[in-house]
């Protein structure tokens, strides 16, 4: 690691953090649980996020911990099965699709805007009031008892066939989806509405890009699942018989539906980080995103293709052929702006100044595993080759190197690197880059087992295997216990930089992007005087002369 | 896979299968599959080794201390063309191959053996044309090819051989196929890959793939009576289904005998092909597969049939070839015409010389 | 660079004005202070509900889609199980609607006119209707309890594989011949949907009349005869967006087999 750094920190004897920020403002727990304030909803998000996030990875643990041994001997196959349902749930419902938006975008999409909050503050609290309930609701549901159909609520099993909290935790999905509906409704209006003067679309950081991208996925998307865990719920609770065959109805119409959202779903999951991506590459090469037209469009390219690739999750249900050709054509398509990200940032680099701060190598990581698992998402778009790999360790490994390599690897990223303006402190660097790395590590080793093991073909959601996978699962579980000790860590130093780390000033990164500008931790109202903005996204020539100038003034 | 040396190809699997880090090649779709899948494994290596070999590059050429200055550049299109296009062209080229090989996998050919599978909470049945009944097994022969027709009896259940790269949904209420060719005798996984409830991970097997010999041995060993079409012929009398298809003049049912793989038209105007989906729908739905020509009297057996008895109805009718023996055992049936086909004690006598067993008593639920 | 309030516009600035507490108010009292001009709030709300609907176009979505693929299947079941429905009480319930739909936006006239008594007026009309509307569709819903067309509670097929069993829609359609068991088994698939759409669209309503005795509250303290229509307008683009979902309802679930 070169010890060349960009971190420029004001002197620590004087620094002080500012006396006003928006946690100072006020006090008191009903200020907070209260406030229509972004940003104290983003802390409130990140909170409750990390919570459920833990219960998630335990669950993950347990997981694990089963399948180090082929037999079912670690808890009976029903308590196995309500585990990888709930890790499930609270993995994709809980974390991933409100993680980034939630947080970081809910903090900073006004501040990269450059107005003083989003443009529903009350529809934002009530957003995460809902996220509160349905969390609620899950953990409620997992206290008694839990639900055991997977994540995906395949009927007609979840309809008729098990006895468990489905109804309860379909709604809580439901109530969770209408949380996730109304961020994203919060953000579009916001950057339609609500830029400031000069801000034009094409000068907007590409981490709004994206979480414009994730909005659209969620605000028409969203609606789609809440009414299929409505029926879902009917169905099971009085029989209506739009699922069931023996009414004439049919269980591949609730798949139609489910997967309608649940593709768009993960690129809600996935875009948000991949703007995460944009902000941190350039400001550690100090160049502007290369090519900044061509990834803003392919966000957009995405959420458009999203619509339009679901039924690439049922190519061995028995539907028909030829539909296999258009949802087959169409993945390959929606792959093709992943790509083209993943090239326009390697070549930001090209002739860039590169340090090698926590954010960076995070992003880094991101690259190579969403690489990886994006190319594995190929070998499933390619219906020949899903026709072995489908329901297997493959299709596992697939999306949580996505999900996990990519997704989660942008958001520790972000989280990092937008510290010290949230918190108006630095983390601890070295600490922080050795986290970065045992993750890294973790992970590979965790998942990549995992393709090998869907090659041979260990089905997924099994407690019990042929004794010749366990070798390969022993690997995924020691790795798996080096992953959590990668996780553990930022939550322990965070934690410790609230009190002890160094003072971050304005702008320790010498970033460009209005967020920096202004002081750390932000006023409630962001900005005293609203910016009128001359000057295009990552100019860091206009970031010299103006540092320039500030110094000749002083 | 033809330009590889067989020799290389043959080492490179055997070696892989030892170590256990790759399945068995057992069916003549497996190689082909494979083919593509080493394909696509090359693509991913050299794109991750592009993309590992730019980050890691770019970052040892222009880290601060080398690179002190940053050099603005907006974008280049040529760049953007180029990383667009060559990814899209290989992803047509992997998207032509794998439907080509999809297309192979899942329209089975005329002469295929078929083997019914009833997927249900938590075992697989198979139930061979001629009786044969296995439970969380498969008996083939090599080198034939063999159609599988699966239908779920409870919830979605998915029916796996990694080793022959296939895997198929068992879906209630309607039948989906696929088909394999075996090509190496041993014993394989089966496993079920759809998510199904408790024991899930239990639903596991044994595809067994013998040589033609064995299999006759096992066949002739492991009959358990009846073979499929016999159980049928029962169920068709037993269910009064000779009432109305008698295939005598003026019945008012059509004539069922080579009925099998032929088109028909319905009273709707539209034409259908006679398979086992479509017979299977008729048995339990038929007011929608009125034949031109006929009213919709047809009562549903929905209910009254398992999905065991439908297959051994539809196998019935696939064999039928004339209505002689229809005829037979119209007279041992003690239904009356109006009573809308329900069940009712069964005949005492059977048709003609054939020892056949006796059909039990039943009434509403006809097993098996 | 870490001047906080270091002026954002281009090099050539003036010193900042740093905002304490709020010593101008060149704004109205109902504008929120995140906005920066009263036509920005109003754009903006105006936007966002619009959105909000759109989401209630995929909301609903889904069940016309459900709707349509089982009376594409079942076309006949369909049939002769909207002809269990009341034509009369579905007529009155439209009406009904829109005319509640142009009292809410007399209502809007009178927010932007200033007319208070007005206004409360129509808001308690539309409320009214709105109360009226459910009250009909609670009939209809108790009929077909008695009935036993509610799915899976005591569901009987008995008026539809055998009509003359139930002589009141038997006379209304005596051209309904009897269903064969099997499609008159897809009945409750159809009383299903019937069940979640307009059931879903009656929870829109119930919603929707609670705002509404919430908007009466305001209206009567003249919290919308003061300028700020903007809420009024809202809810009135919600209001007509339920309506606009019944419209579509009555002629799919009550008008199956009329046609000219």
Redesign the interface.
Known sequence: MSTDTIVRLPDQSTARLPKVNFITKENGLLSWLLTGDHKRIATLYLISITFFFAIGGALAGLIRLELLTPQSDLMSTDTYNKVFSMHGIIMVFLFLVPSIPATLGNFLMPLMIGAKDLALPKINLLSWYLYIIAGGMILYSMMTGGVDTGWTFTVPLSTHYVNTNVITTGLAIFVAGFSSVFTGLNFIVTIHKMRAPGMTWFRLPLFVWSNYAASILMVLGTPVLAITLVLVVLERAFGIGVFDPAKGGDPILFQHLFWFYSHPAVYIMILPGMGVISEVISTFSRKRVFGYTAVAFSSVAIAVFAFFVWEHHMFIMGVSNYSTLVFSLLTMLVAVPSAIKIFNWSFTLYKGSITFETPMLYSFGFMGLFTIGGLTGVFLASTGTDIHLTETYFIVAHFHFVMVGGMLMAFLSGIHFWWPKWTGRMYPEKISQLAALITFIGFNLTFFPQFILGMLGMPRRYAAYPPEFQVLNVFSTAGATILGIGYLLPILYLTWSLKYGEIAGDNPWQATGLEWQIQSPPLTENFPEIPIVDYEAYDYEWLERKEKEVTRVG | MEHISHVLWQFLVKWMTNFALFPPEASKIAPQMDALFFFMVLISLIGLTVVVLLVIGFSILYSKKRHPVAVQIEGSTLLEATWTIIPLGLFLVIFVWGSLIYFRVYTPPANAMNIYVVGKQWMWKAEHPGGQHEINSLHIPIGRPIQLTLISQDVFHSFSIPAFRVKREAIPGRYTNVWFEATQTGTYHLFCTQYCGTNHSAMIGDIVVLSPDDYKKWLSESTSGMSLAQNGERLFASLSCNACHSGKPGSRGPNLAGIFGSEIHLANGSTAQVNEAYLRDAILNPSDHVAQGYVPIMPTYQGQISEDGIISLVEYIKTMNSNDRVEQTLNTTTLLPESEGKATTAGQKSGGANPAKQAPASQGMVKQ | ???????????HSDP????GAHTAHEHPPYQ?????SME?QV???S??MW??L???I??????F??YL??RN??Y??FVAASHQLSIKEGTANTAVLIVSSFTMAMGVWCAETRRKGALVLCLCLTFVLGLVFLGIKYDEYHEKYEKHH????HYSTKSFTDPASDPEVHNAYPDDKP?????A??T??Y???Y??MTG?HALHMIIGISILGFMIFRARAGAYTNGHVTFVNNFGLYWHFVDIVWIFLYPLLYLISRHA
């Open positions: 660079m870490s001047d906080s309030t270091t002026a954002l516009h281009g090099p900042p004005v740093v905002h929120r202070h995140h906005f920066a920005q754009d903006t709300t936007f966002a959105l909000f759109l989401t209630e995929m909301f609903f979505g889904g069940l889609c459900s693929i089982f299947w079942y006949p079941a509610v799915p899976s509670w269903l064969p068991l099997d499609m088994r897809h409750e698939v009383f299903g949907l069940f979640a879903m």
